[in-house]
C-alpha cells in the first residue's frame, strides 16, 4: 500500500515537470492533475475518468500506471462498480420505454394522418388519378462532408530512459531534446555504482562520460549505451549518437 498522491507528486518534481507542463502533454486540466497528487478524486466528473487521468499521468511520469489503477480500485472504488452499473440499467430501461412510446404515438399519427389524404383524394378526385401530398418518396440532398475524418492532434510519444552505473561511476548530464540541441536541464551529477536515475521526455539529448561504466533500459528494454564520447540521443527509435539524428 502506497500514497497515491504523493507518490505522483514526487514524480513529478523529482524530473522537474511543470504541472502546465504535464497538462500540455497527458491534455489532462491541471484542476485534475493537482486533484490526483492531492488524492481529492470527487473533483474528478466519475470514477472511469479518475482511472484514466490516473493511468495516463502516472505512464507520463514514467509510472506504472496499472499499478496506480489497481491501488485506487482497493481503497475507493469497492462496491461503487455494482451501484454504477445498476443505476445505468435503470437508466437505460427507462430511456426505453420513453423512446418506445414515443415511437408509437408518432405510428399512430402517422396512420391517421395518411387515412384522411385518402380519403380526401377519393372525395374530391373522381375517377382521376390524384397525387396524394405526403405519400410521394422525397430524396434529401446530402450537406456538409460526409464520410471526412475529422483530424485528430498528433499525439506526442515520450519515451522513459534509465541509467544505471554497473561497473563503475560516471558523470551524466541529461537534457530535453530540442530539434537539433539540448533544451531544459533534467539531471547533472555523478552516477555512483549501483544507483539509477530514470528520464522521461519527447526525445533526451546526453552526455556519459564513462559510457563503458553504465548500462541503459530505454520503455524498459536493454539497449547498448554507444562507447562514443559525443553527446547521445535517446528517441522511440532507439539510443544513438546525436550525430546519427
Known amino acids: 500500500m502506497f500514497e497515491i498522491g504523493t507518490s505522483l507528486r514526487e514524480a513529478r518534481l523529482r524530473q522537474g515537470i511543470d504541472i502546465v507542463e504535464a497538462e500540455a502533454a497527458t491534455k489532462v486540466r491541471t484542476k485534475y492533475l493537482s486533484a490526483l497528487e492531492e488524492e481529492r478524486f470527487e473533483i474528478l466528473p466519475a470514477q472511469t475518468y479518475v482511472k484514466g487521468f490516473l493511468r495516463t499521468y502516472a505512464e507520463y511520469l514514467g509510472l506504472d500506471g496499472q499499478l496506480y489503477v489497481d491501488e485506487y480500485n482497493s481503497r475507493y472504488a469497492r462496491g461503487e462498480d455494482e451501484n454504477t452499473v445498476r443505476t445505468h440499467r435503470q437508466s437505460l430501461s427507462r430511456e426505453r420505454r420513453r423512446i418506445e412510446s414515443n415511437v ?17 383524394a377519393w372525395k374530391w378526385g ?13 430524396t434529401t440532398a446530402a450537406t456538409g462532408v460526409a464520410g471526412q475524418a475529422t483530424p485528430t492532434r498528433r499525439r506526442v510519444q515520450w519515451v522513459s530512459l534509465e541509467l544505471t552505473a554497473t561497473r563503475g561511476s560516471s558523470a551524466v548530464a541529461v537534457y530535453r531534446y530540442r530539434g537539433s540541441a539540448r533544451g531544459k536541464l533534467l539531471w547533472d551529477g555523478t552516477l555512483e555504482p549501483g544507483k539509477s536515475q530514470r528520464f522521461v521526455g519527447p526525445r533526451l539529448w546526453l552526455r556519459v562520460k564513462e559510457p563503458q561504466n553504465v548500462t541503459a533500459r530505454l520503455n524498459g528494454r536493454r539497449v547498448r549505451v554507444p562507447t562514443s564520447r559525443g553527446a547521445l540521443v535517446a528517441s522511440r527509435r532507439g539510443l544513438v549518437s546525436a550525430g546519427a539524428t
Do not use: D, N, S, Y
Request: hydrophobic share 65%; glycine share 10%.
Open 104 to 120: 408509437l404515438l408518432l405510428a399512430l399519427a402517422g396512420i391517421a394522418a395518411v387515412t384522411a389524404l385518402v380519403f380526401v
Open 126 to 138: 373522381g375517377a382521376e388519378q390524384q397525387e396524394i401530398p405526403g405519400l410521394a418518396a422525397q
